[in-house]
């Protein structure tokens, strides 16, 4: 009973640290592709928001796909839990940072991102 309990949280973790893996990855090679070639830091808030719609539909994707249920609400769980995280790191490293309306298009992006994702997961194979 406790297994099937934890089971949905397990599936978010699983999902989420997916999808931490992959930012971190694909903003080291967009940093690297900035230092070494001639690419302006004007293209860095078009990847920020890229890069969480695709995230947030992988990890939705994968959450959902684990949890078995529920796919739509895991799904923009998800990219909640991805974005608040997120703008959590973002508050402890950066020291003048504040919520902006930036902020609600990334959140709404997440939001949106992991709602297909988990849909799609949760109906693959079925």
């Known amino acids: 009973m406790v297994k099937s309990r934890l089971k949905p949280l397990t599936a978010l973790l699983k999902g989420l640290l ?12 967009f940093a690297l592709l900035m230092t070494y ?10 990847a920020i928001k890229a890069v ?14 684990s949890a078995g ?5 895991w799904g923009v769980v998800s990219g909640a839990v991805y974005v608040a995280v997120m703008c959590l790191c973002a508050f ?16 709404a992006l997440a939001l949106a991102g992991g709602g297909i994702g988990g849909v799609v997961g949760v109906n693959v194979g079925k």
């Open 52 to 65: 969480t719609a695709a995230v947030c539909i992988i990890s939705g994707f994968i959450t959902a796909r």
């Open 92 to 107: 402890v490293c950066i020291p003048d940072y504040s919520l902006n309306p930036k902020i609600a298009v990334s959140l």
């Open 18 to 29: 997916t999808g931490y893996i992959i930012t971190t990855v694909i903003f080291v090679i």
């Open 69 to 73: 249920k529920g796919g739509l609400l």
């Open 37 to 46: 070639t001639e690419a302006g830091e004007e293209h860095i808030q078009t």
